[in-house]
């Protein structure tokens, strides 16, 4: 069984950096695209960014553009998210998922994780 | 950016009847080369992550019930639970992936009358 397992998360002030990892297993976690996907509290979904199988390609949401980094260590099967300058508006729940399709961006996650929470405030 | 539209925001079935969640994209979101509908469908519970019911528009997840249908094409789409079980009350999104960022509708709540 595929297993996505996000780390951490937790109290950060507005303007500080956090760093969140998925720790990824069961699956050939090289073949795949992986996506951040975020929560607010009592909201709906918002996609993050994304990043290519291999690494060569990143994407990102306008909202974070600028400010989050996505990458990835195939040799330590992990999914990272450096989030800088964070926002009051960052809260939420972090979601790491897996892309369906092997060697390609696919845009739907077939796989999450149970998440974890970032609270920004002072 | 394409923009989802839901509705309606929340719905109240009885069990055994059926439920219809509607999707209604900004732009078009099939891609004409491959003829597919890049629309997907989740079911988020309470205090779990999202679940993939529905990809390509109308193809089910392995594994999940066939009660649970995708259905329409280009802007306008539908979720149908044909006979609705217990289980079955969650949170329902759609979602394009026809291009980044991808976007999510609002949610449906879906309740038991």
């Known amino acids: 069984q595929v297993q996505l397992v996000e780390s951490g998360g937790g109290v950060v002030q507005p303007g500080r950096s956090l760093r969140l990892s998925c720790a990824a297993s069961?699956?050939?976690?090289?073949?795949?695209?992986v996506h951040w996907v975020r929560q607010a509290p009592g909201e709906g979904l918002e996609w993050v960014a994304l990043?290519?199988?291999?690494?060569?390609?990143?994407y990102y949401a306008d909202s974070v553009k600028g400010r989050f980094t996505i990458s990835r260590d195939n040799s330590k099967n992990t999914l990272y998210l450096q989030m800088n300058s964070l926002r009051t508006e960052d809260t939420a729940v972090y979601y790491c998922a897996r892309g369906r399709n092997k060697y390609e961006i696919s845009g739907y996650f077939d796989h999450w994780g149970q998440g974890t929470l970032v609270t920004v405030s002072s | 950016d394409i923009v989802m539209t839901q509705s309606p925001d929340s719905l109240t079935v009885s069990l055994g009847e059926r439920a219809t969640i509607n999707c209604k994209s900004s732009q078009s979101v099939l891609y004409s080369s491959n003829n597919k509908n890049y629309l997907g469908w989740y079911q988020q519970k309470a205090g779990q992550p999202p679940k993939l019911l529905i990809y390509?528009?109308?193809t089910r997840e392995s594994g999940v019930p066939d009660r649970f249908s995708g259905s329409g094409s280009g802007t306008d789409f539908t979720l149908t639970i044909s006979s609705l079980q217990a289980e079955d009350v969650a949170v329902y999104y759609c979602?394009?992936?026809?291009?980044?960022?991808?976007?999510f509708g609002q949610g449906t709540k879906l309740e038991i009358k």
């Open positions: 990043i290519s199988y291999d690494g060569d390609n990143e």
């Open positions: 069961r699956f050939t976690f090289s073949s795949f695209a």
């Open positions: 390509w528009a109308s």
């Open positions: 979602q394009q992936y026809y291009t980044t960022p991808y976007t």
